[in-house]
Structures are given as structure tokens and as C-alpha cells.
């Protein structure tokens, strides 16, 4: 089976989960019953959640899963973004919905939606990725909302999500061009006129990533190097969130301890900058010959 075909088998998974994510985000439902849900699909389909299923309630932007004892649930009238990832024997698929439930934001995740419709449209090998910035700023701008200017999306690579290139969602002066054969994340932000078109982080930190390449370069030792075994084995290089580690309340002092010494890197959530409401749409594509196939 070609790398493709892994690939496709990964997106596969992904419109199953996105189907079930449509299905459960509601009021009232808890932040940590849609992850663990969602990332349960995942397990089941035969793959593995390529990060922890991101929840971004109305400003938050991304970087957002639930916690161990997460008591958090969608409050009403508020807009609701879902991110999964799938790793399929390292095969990633990235893609992202936003919920409305609230009539009044209709037309931002409107806004998000057909920025990436546009996007895509554009896609083919040699175009630049100024130029698709540039047809995800004009389309969000048309239709009076802002894109976000310091989120992008990313070339993925098997075991690597973000693999070197950014594709912004404006224009930007770079010579960079997608290329025929690779696979892009293409993902869209939004926020009102009234944002600020930009996130901040904040200090919360739910989702972790350990470098399994070079770690154990470091000096480590005793919990120290037993946690990091751990997470190198388990994770790879991926994303991770502690509730997905048994008995993590035994390593949880190491875990900070490593994550404030910079030998666990730690996701900080980020948030519209002036706290306003955001909506995301992503896909992955592989381009080829024609222009691109959506994989997600």
C-alpha cells in the first residue's frame, strides 16, 4: 500500500469522527465527554489521535483539551471549534469544523468555511503560498470578518504535523511555493471586525509534546528519565495530553517540573487577542498534477 493510500485511510477516519463531533457538540455537553468520544472513534477505526482533541469555545482559538477532571461544558448560545488529528501508522489527517449555536455568529463560521473552499480551489503545484494567504484574507475580509494573522496552517509529513512550511491565512512576502507530492493542512481563521485578528497566549497549558529524537541527549535522571521513556515510547514525537497517562498524578510534579525546564514542550492556549469569538475550518490536501485531492 502506497504512503498516499495510508494517508487516504487516515482522512477516511477523520470524516467519521467530524460526523460524530457535529452530533454531540451541543449546550450542556462536557468538554471532556467530546474528547474522549471523539479520540475513542479514533482508537476503534484502528489509529490514533495524532494530538488530543482540541475544544475551542468561542475566543479560544486552539490548544484547548479537556483535563483529567474537566468539568467544563459548552455554554449557550456560543461557538464551538473541533481540531482532530489522526495518525495512522504515522499517517496524519488534520482537520477542524466549527459548531454554531448561536444564530448570530452563522456567518463568521460562514466566513472560515468558505475562505478554505476558496483556498483549495486554488491549490495546485508552484502556487504560492502568499497567494493563498491572499484568497483566505480577501475572502474573509469580503464577507466583514478578519482572519487571524498569526495562525497558519502546515505541511505534514508521516510522524511530523508541522513539517517545515506554514500557509498563512494572509498575504505575506515569501517566495514559498506548494509543491507537487506533499500534503498540506489548510486551515482558515476568523474572528469579528471588532478582534483584534491575532491570539494571545494565556497561561494554561493542556496539551505537552516530548522530542523522543533528542531527549535523552539531555541529563536526566531517576522520575526524570522514567517519564520521558514514557512519553517517548508512547508519543513518539506527537502531542499528548496528560489524561491519556495512567496514573499521571504520580508523575505529575516531574511533568511540571520538566515542562518549566524546557525538556517537555508545553502547548499554551491561545485566545483572541481583545476575547472575541473565533471560528476555524481545516482540510488536508495532497496536491497533485491536476490542482489537489481532499483527503479530510
Request: glycine share 8%; with cysteine.
Given at each position: 500500500?502506497?504512503?498516499?493510500?495510508?494517508?487516504?485511510?487516515?482522512?477516511?477516519?477523520?470524516?467519521?469522527?467530524?460526523?460524530?463531533?457535529?452530533?454531540?457538540?451541543?449546550?450542556?455537553?462536557?468538554?471532556?465527554?467530546?474528547?474522549?468520544?471523539?479520540?475513542?472513534?479514533?482508537?476503534?477505526?484502528?489509529?490514533?489521535?495524532?494530538?488530543?482533541?482540541?475544544?475551542?469555545?468561542?475566543?479560544?482559538a486552539?490548544?484547548?483539551?479537556?483535563?483529567?477532571?474537566?468539568?467544563t461544558?459548552?455554554?449557550?448560545?456560543?461557538?464551538?471549534?473541533?481540531?482532530?488529528?489522526?495518525?495512522?501508522?504515522?499517517?496524519?489527517?488534520?482537520?477542524?469544523?466549527?459548531?454554531?449555536?448561536?444564530?448570530?455568529?452563522?456567518?463568521?463560521?460562514?466566513s472560515?468555511?468558505?475562505?478554505?473552499?476558496?483556498?483549495i480551489?486554488?491549490?495546485?503545484?508552484?502556487?504560492?503560498?502568499?497567494?493563498?494567504?491572499?484568497?483566505i484574507?480577501?475572502?474573509?475580509?469580503?464577507?466583514?470578518?478578519?482572519?487571524?494573522?498569526?495562525?497558519?496552517?502546515?505541511?505534514?509529513?508521516?510522524?511530523?504535523?508541522?513539517?517545515?512550511?506554514?500557509?498563512?491565512?494572509?498575504?505575506?512576502?515569501?517566495?514559498?511555493?506548494?509543491?507537487?507530492?506533499?500534503?498540506?493542512?489548510?486551515?482558515?481563521?476568523?474572528?469579528?471586525?471588532?478582534?483584534?485578528?491575532?491570539?494571545?497566549?494565556?497561561?494554561?497549558?493542556?496539551?505537552?509534546?516530548?522530542?523522543?529524537?533528542?531527549?535523552?541527549?539531555r541529563?536526566?535522571?531517576?522520575?526524570?528519565?522514567?517519564?520521558?521513556?514514557?512519553?517517548?515510547?508512547?508519543?513518539?514525537?506527537?502531542?499528548?495530553?496528560?489524561?491519556?497517562?495512567?496514573?499521571?498524578?504520580?508523575?505529575?510534579?516531574?511533568?511540571?517540573?520538566?515542562?518549566?525546564?524546557?525538556?517537555?514542550?508545553?502547548?499554551p492556549?491561545?485566545?483572541?487577542?481583545?476575547?472575541?469569538p473565533?471560528a476555524?475550518?481545516?482540510?488536508?490536501?495532497?496536491?497533485?498534477?491536476?490542482?489537489?485531492?481532499?483527503?479530510t
Open positions: 500500500m502506497s504512503e498516499l493510500e495510508r494517508f487516504r485511510e487516515a482522512g477516511l477516519i477523520s470524516r467519521k469522527v467530524k460526523e460524530e463531533a457535529y452530533r454531540i457538540v451541543k449546550e450542556g455537553a462536557k468538554i471532556l465527554e467530546i474528547c474522549e468520544i471523539l479520540e475513542d472513534i479514533i482508537r476503534r477505526e484502528g489509529a490514533e489521535p495524532a494530538f488530543p482533541c482540541n475544544v475551542g469555545v468561542n475566543e479560544v486552539a490548544h484547548y483539551t479537556a483535563t483529567p477532571q474537566d468539568v461544558i459548552i455554554p449557550p448560545r456560543s461557538i464551538v471549534k473541533v481540531d482532530i488529528g489522526i495518525s495512522l501508522d504515522g499517517y496524519i489527517a488534520d482537520t477542524a469544523i466549527t459548531v454554531v449555536l448561536d444564530p448570530r455568529l452563522e456567518l463568521l463560521a460562514e472560515a468555511k468558505m475562505a478554505l473552499h476558496e483556498a480551489k486554488a491549490i495546485k503545484p508552484g502556487v504560492s503560498i502568499s497567494k493563498i494567504g491572499s484568497i484574507h480577501k475572502t474573509i475580509t469580503g464577507m466583514g470578518f478578519k482572519p487571524i494573522r498569526n495562525l497558519t496552517g502546515h505541511e505534514i509529513k508521516r510522524y511530523n504535523l508541522h513539517a517545515g512550511l506554514s500557509i498563512p491565512n494572509i498575504p505575506v512576502r515569501s517566495g514559498e511555493k506548494l509543491r507537487e507530492g506533499h500534503i498540506y493542512a489548510i486551515e482558515p481563521f476568523a474572528t469579528t471586525m471588532r478582534g483584534a485578528g491575532e491570539v494571545i497566549s494565556i497561561k494554561t497549558m493542556t496539551i505537552f509534546r516530548i522530542d523522543s529524537e533528542t531527549i535523552f541527549r541529563k536526566l535522571k531517576g522520575e526524570e528519565f522514567e517519564l520521558a521513556k514514557l512519553l517517548a515510547e508512547r508519543f513518539d514525537n506527537l502531542p499528548y495530553t496528560p489524561r491519556w497517562i495512567d496514573n499521571f498524578d504520580r508523575f505529575r510534579k516531574v511533568h511540571e517540573k520538566m515542562t518549566k525546564t524546557g525538556k517537555i514542550h508545553g502547548y492556549v491561545l485566545v483572541e487577542k481583545l476575547g472575541e473565533v476555524q475550518f481545516e482540510h488536508t490536501v495532497y496536491v497533485n498534477s491536476n490542482g489537489c485531492e481532499i483527503l
